[in-house]
């Protein structure tokens, strides 16, 4: 049996603590069947934020008549973009791994892992062992049984990232984010889009103005189907065609299934062959350190049961570091931001009104118009706002927003909640005029 001083299974932000940890001399196995760099790199944010970029440029030149400018889009190069930004990718996954083959305690396997005990692991007939474990094995598309799925050629999240051509219409299964961004993406490219969605709005998890709100203009773009799902699929006359259960029937070029993403446990056999836990859904139960509930046994990402954030698994990361090097630390999930980038963009952080509704805590709003600034009219953006939820006592309970950079300006907010900023802080803070986030200024001002 081979031994490691750590084992890291998973390449995305597990890559940051064995590098931390090769750096520091430990010998270090690193476990990686794909590209590495992760999920968001390879399959995710990256490649899909390069091709929804395009699809803002596109969205733009359209939109550029309000303006008094005549503009059109003649023709688009899908191949070339879908293979631009896949090479890319593709570079900078290499660039990390001839990093790692370069490092002097490193050693990397390229295949499936699997786990026979607590602390022992399979790879390629191999058997590792080490005294520290980080387990950051991501999640993958999950995709639920519905009747005929197995018969149709669907696609999700990573298939949609590198088709060939653009098809001339598609189908989206689901209303959360990957649906909202991808819908997007394809809708510019030229692509007539159906969304179906379950519940009686789409990206439900937001506060409720904003996904009122998202819902009333993806209303306008696509045809979005709501309060149904897919229970019958099949490919008909080259089309994929899904049959709805409040009778509806649609059918397009492609299928999407859009349907949310399953934690990787279930291949690394933790639950037949170690005494960790995990949740009801399949996650791996860590505490405030990322400790599993086996000693020396670390977990982050996606798998975990914390946030299927990029940005929350690089912070795990730093936490998990600092555990490994005997700092004792603990991850502060207060303030975890997200974001969603569609059109139009939309981000928040904390509390959603619905949450502070169910949970009876008292709470002020306060909702300002991107269009009653002065930047806001000169985009001519009549949609956006900025929604602030707060105490009574001034602490900041959540800010959520719809509008152009909406990504960028929730970012005034994050520090303030972070280190126990109040509503006078961001009231007191001097905006620029007329720069967007005069909005988020004007929005706290109103309470």
């Known amino acids: 049996m081979e031994e490691y001083d750590l084992i890291v299974i998973g390449a995305g932000s597990g890559l940051d603590v064995a590098s931390a940890m090769d750096s520091k001399g430990e010998k270090v196995a690193l476990i990686e069947p794909g590209p590495l760099g992760g999920t968001c790199l390879n399959r995710g944010c990256i490649p899909s934020k390069m091709l929804i970029h395009r699809a803002q440029i596109t969205s733009e030149i359209r939109e550029s008549e309000k303006f008094g400018i005549k503009a059109s889009v003649d023709d688009i190069d899908f191949q070339g973009i879908i293979e631009e930004v896949n090479e890319n990718v593709s570079s900078d996954a290499e660039a990390i791994e001839a990093g790692v083959e370069n490092a002097e305690n490193y050693e990397l396997y390229r295949a499936e892992a699997s786990f026979v005990d607590d602390k022992v692991i399979e790879v390629e007939g191999e058997e590792l062992t080490a005294d520290k474990i980080l387990i950051a094995a991501g999640s993958r ?116 299934m859009a349907t949310g993403r399953k934690p990787n446990t279930d291949k690394l056999k933790l639950e037949e062959n170690t005494s960790i836990n995990l949740t009801e859904r399949g996650f791996i139960e860590t505490d405030e350190g990322l400790n599993t509930s086996v000693e020396g046994v670390y977990a982050l990402g996606d798998i975990a049961d914390n946030f299927m954030f990029k940005h929350s698994a690089n912070y ?84 959520h927003i719809i509008g152009p950079e909406a990504s960028t300006l929730i970012h005034e907010v994050l520090p303030m909640m972070r280190m126990g900023g109040s509503v006078q802080d961001i009231k007191d803070t001097i905006h620029i005029h007329p720069a967007l986030n005069e909005v988020v200024g004007r929005a706290f001002d109103n309470l």
């Open 141 to 256: 598309p999950f995709v639920p049984p519905v009747e005929g799925v197995e018969e149709v050629d669907y696609l999700t999240s990573k298939e949609a990232l590198n088709l060939e051509e653009s098809p001339d219409s598609m189908v989206i299964v689901g209303g959360g984010y990957i649906a909202a961004e991808l819908a997007f993406f394809y809708s510019e490219m030229g692509t007539e889009i159906t969304i179906v969605e379950r519940g009686d709005k789409l990206l439900k998890r937001e506060d409720k103005e904003i996904s009122e709100k998202f819902t009333e203009l993806a209303k306008e773009r696509y045809k979005v189907i709501l309060e149904a799902s897919a229970e019958e699929l099949e490919q008909r006359d080259g089309e994929k065609v899904a049959h709805l259960d409040n009778g509806e029937t649609v059918s397009a070029e492609q299928l999407l």
């Open 316 to 399: 795990e990361a730093k936490v998990v570091y600092k555990n490994m090097a005997g700092m004792d630390a603990e991850a502060d999930f207060s303030a975890m931001p997200h974001a969603v980038f569609t059109n139009p963009q939309i981000a928040g952080v904390g509390k959603t009104e619905q949450e502070l509704e169910e949970n009876k805590i008292e709470y002020r709003k306060s909702v300002y118009d991107y269009e009653n600034t002065g930047m806001g009219q000169a985009l001519k953006e009549v949609e956006g706002f900025v929604k602030v939820l707060a105490s009574d006592n001034g602490e900041i309970l959540g800010c």
